[in-house]
């Protein structure tokens, strides 16, 4: 499904956001990095408070209707890994993660002409996505 809307857009990303702190709430059952994945959970609310916030902050109704954006929602089909054990759901974790960057740097570039607050939001939030793969990535070799 194509997405043209800062409002679809944004959906998309808060039910990923929501999605993946869900499933890193759920990873710390397993009892390794809990603290970290914690962190990774709330940093995922809020940034879909984040990009809300930037949104109401900008948006019109002859914004919305001049499609921002173009953004095919199957092209980042999120993943969640499963998580019946933590080293199957871990190796998941980076794949999930570049996604999302991915995601966010995409809306980013969209929508710097007409929306640059949300994009601005956007640029942060995959910012912080790259250092999490990273962390993640540095936690793994652990």
Same mark, same amino acid.
């Given at each position: 499904m194509k997405l043209h809307t800062a409002s679809e857009v944004i959906s998309l990303v808060r039910t990923f !956001?929501? @999605?993946?702190? @869900? &499933?890193?709430d759920q990873l710390c059952r397993f009892g390794?990095? @809990?603290e970290d994945l914690r962190v &990774? /959970?709330?940093?995922? +609310?809020?940034?879909?408070? =984040?990009? =809300? %916030? /930037?949104?109401?902050n900008v948006i019109s109704d002859a914004l919305e209707g001049g499609f921002a &954006?173009?953004?095919?929602?199957?092209e980042f089909g999120l993943k969640i890994? +499963? /998580?019946s054990s933590f080293p199957q759901a871990f190796e998941g974790v980076v +794949?999930? !993660? $570049? $996604? %999302?960057a991915r995601l966010y740097s995409t809306a980013a570039? =969209?929508? @710097?002409? %007409?929306?640059p607050d949300v994009s601005c939001a956007m640029k $942060?939030?995959?910012?912080?996505? =790259?250092a999490r793969i990273e962390k993640l990535r540095s936690l793994l070799d652990a």
């Open positions: !956001e929501n @999605e993946t702190a @869900e &499933f890193y390794k990095h @809990e &990774f /959970a709330r940093e995922n +609310r809020r940034n879909v408070v =984040q990009v =809300q %916030l /930037a949104y109401n &954006f173009d953004i095919d929602a199957e890994p +499963r /998580a +794949r999930m !993660e $570049t $996604t %999302l570039a =969209q929508s @710097e002409s %007409l929306l $942060t939030i995959a910012r912080k996505r =790259q």
